[in-house]
């Protein structure tokens, strides 16, 4: 049964410290989805890669949150300094997107991020 | 910023009764998807219908789309406790990643 993993599962950590968050696509994706989503502003995509290169980052605050994809079975979102407002639960996703149609998209458990 | 909205926000039904969701959107679409999320779980993919369709079951669900209006529904017939959980739509463009809505929290009660 593949899905998509995520850890850790929860953070709590104080102001100024680096977050990491790792997530293991379905093996066989090519597409790599970061959202975050908090009561306020509902979900929110912050980035996203094809093949492992981004290809749209323009949700991610520059300054603080940066993502990447070592290679084809991880992705990472850090965030540093991390800030109380980033309290929220980062979900990653993953699919297979062939040309420009959009199929369908499957998320891990997400990472509950507390910045104290 | 989120193209597409839900309708009603909150819903809340008897158990056995139909659910009646709508999510209307701004631009045009390839497809349109609608996901459920249980409390503190990540989305999961329920049913997807292209541009060229009208309407597509799945179950117990039924989604129908209306290109002219922007607009697509999603029917859950004879509800269950189990179906309590948030819906989104989520629009597929073809020109970025999919856009979500801000979701129908819907609960069941039995």
């Known amino acids: 049964d593949a899905r998509v993993t995520q850890t850790p599962r929860h953070k709590v950590t104080e102001m100024g410290q680096e977050v990491t968050m790792r997530c293991q696509p379905i093996l066989g994706h090519n597409t790599v989805f970061w959202y975050r989503q908090t009561m306020m502003q509902g979900l929110e995509l912050l980035a996203y890669?094809?093949?492992?290169?981004?290809?749209?980052d323009s949700g991610m605050p520059k300054d603080r949150f940066s993502a990447e994809m070592p290679d084809a079975t991880l992705a990472t979102l850090k965030i540093q300094p991390s800030e109380p407002r980033d309290s929220a639960v980062y979900f990653c996703?993953?699919?297979?997107?062939?040309?420009?149609?959009?199929?369908?998209?499957?998320f891990g458990p997400g990472t509950r991020l507390l910045v104290l | 910023s989120q193209q597409g909205e839900e309708d009603p926000q909150a819903l809340s039904i008897q158990e056995g009764e139909n659910a009646t969701m709508n999510c209307s959107y701004k631009?045009?679409?390839?497809?349109l998807q609608w996901y459920r999320q249980n409390s503190g779980r990540g989305l999961v993919h329920l049913i997807l219908?292209?541009?060229?369709?009208r309407e597509k079951h799945s179950g117990r669900l039924r989604v129908t789309l209306d290109t002219s209006k922007k607009s697509s529904s999603l029917l859950i017939t004879a509800s269950r406790a189990a179906d309590t959980a948030s819906y989104f739509c989520a629009q597929g463009t073809g020109r970025r990643a999919l856009t979500f809505g801000s979701g129908t929290r819907l609960q069941v009660q039995p």
């Open positions: 631009t045009s679409i390839n497809n």
């Open positions: 996703a993953s699919g297979l997107v062939l040309g420009a149609r959009e199929e369908t998209q499957y």
């Open positions: 890669f094809r093949n492992r290169a981004p290809l749209d």
């Open positions: 219908i292209r541009s060229n369709e």
